[in-house]
């Protein structure tokens, strides 16, 4: 009967304990949002103001503009063809990093002053802006 009784504490503890992962994890999710809004609503009053950083005590707060890309679903060979007549060739392999993809058109967005040459039929280019806080050293 001993045996029994673990089984049945030790089901008891599991299901217990998978009750609180999902609690915590919606608990996170909860604050992840919050945490979101009030980087947006901090990135809107630093872009508005035309600041780019802010420090108040021992904590720095920076604008920063993150750019990730992707070739879009189905248009690989396309892209691929696109990477080679524009000298990417070499982050061309039996598929693109999304890394050395971003890398290639942030440097291309950035030598053209847009991304207007950068077809969005074939990749996607998705802008975050973001507000990037460091604590100072004491």
């Given at each position: 009967m001993g045996n029994v009784d673990n089984i049945i504490e030790l089901l008891?503890?599991?299901?217990?304990?998978?009750?609180r992962i999902k609690e915590v994890e919606y608990e996170l999710n909860v604050l992840k949002?919050?945490?979101?809004?009030?980087?947006q609503e901090l990135r809107t009053l630093?872009?508005?103001a035309d600041i780019q950083s802010f420090s108040h005590g021992n904590l720095m707060a920076y604008r920063r503009?993150?750019?990730?890309?992707?070739?879009?679903?189905?248009?690989?060979?396309?892209?691929k063809k696109w990477l080679f007549e524009n000298g990417y060739s070499d982050i061309v392999?039996?598929?693109?990093?999304?890394?050395?993809?971003?890398s290639v058109l942030k440097e291309k967005m950035e030598e053209d002053g847009s991304n207007a040459a950068i077809p969005d039929s074939l990749f996607n280019l998705t802008?975050?802006?973001?507000?990037?806080?460091?604590?100072?050293?004491?």
């Open positions: 008891q503890n599991l299901n217990k304990t998978r009750q949002d919050e945490a979101y809004d009030y980087e630093l872009d508005d503009d993150d750019i990730y890309a992707s070739v879009k679903r189905d248009k690989f060979e396309e892209a392999k039996e598929t693109v990093n999304a890394r050395s993809l971003t802008l975050k802006k973001r507000v990037i806080i460091k604590s100072k050293r004491s």
